[in-house]
């Protein structure tokens, strides 16, 4: 079994279906949960150290955090409508609640946060869309929490990649802390699959082999990235969506190229 994919697991009472944690990753900055909240159903928590992305994968709820309220948000009832989500972002040592007013799955994206924001809606007319890649390698692309919005640590992204697509690709890594060349960032991939029945790979490998995983992904999987390449290949028949979360020592994004493949980039 690897030791790099983390399976969904029953929910439990709050509604808690993935939960990766520092230590649970053995590394120092991300953490990522996803909740399943029936209508109604809340769920209360605090930020504690990190600050925290809170995304609306599917449904709507009200969120709420001090004197800060955002009620009956959401829109997206399937991800693979592949419109963009409602989010909300909270700094750390904060207090918050969510109440599903629909079926509800949340994303809680957490990094380490040093007290620079405010609590922030996050609409779908401010995630910037864009489309990467050619032919077999074409995948489309919501910035939830890009560099260049507000945050102390977090970057978190969405990816839908076609059926039978490759994506993550040509393989890139970003371990090595070397700016302006490369930044050292950990990150997690929540994979969703449509139809929910299919799978699809990922490969998370060094230059020397130390680390050397393929994983078969399916339908609510998380993988760990800690260092390495970590390309992924969607199935003949079925589409591919990841939420990446992201982060390092510096909030930056700069990727390094495998060498034997960077060749794809110049045609």
Known sequence: MSSLLVR???PDEKGTVINVTPASAGWEYVGFRVHKLAKGERLEASTNHQEVCLVLLTGRANVAS????FEDIGERMDIFEQI???AVYLPNDVSYQVEATTDLELAVCAAPGHGNHSPRLIAPDNIKQSTRGQG???RHVHDILPE???ADSLLVVEVFTPAGNWSSYPPHKHDVDNLPQETRLEETYYHRINPAQGFAFQRVYTDDRSLDETMAIENGCCVL???GYHPVGAAHGYSLYYLNVMAGPKRAW???NDPDHEWMMES
């Open 254 to 256: 700069q990727f390094h």
């Open 148 to 150: 260049g919005e507000p």
């Open 66 to 69: 001090g004197e800060h309220s």
């Open 136 to 138: 077999t390698n074409t």
């Open 84 to 86: 963009p989500p409602y």
């Open 8 to 10: 969904p697991a029953a």
């Open 225 to 227: 990235v800690p260092k």
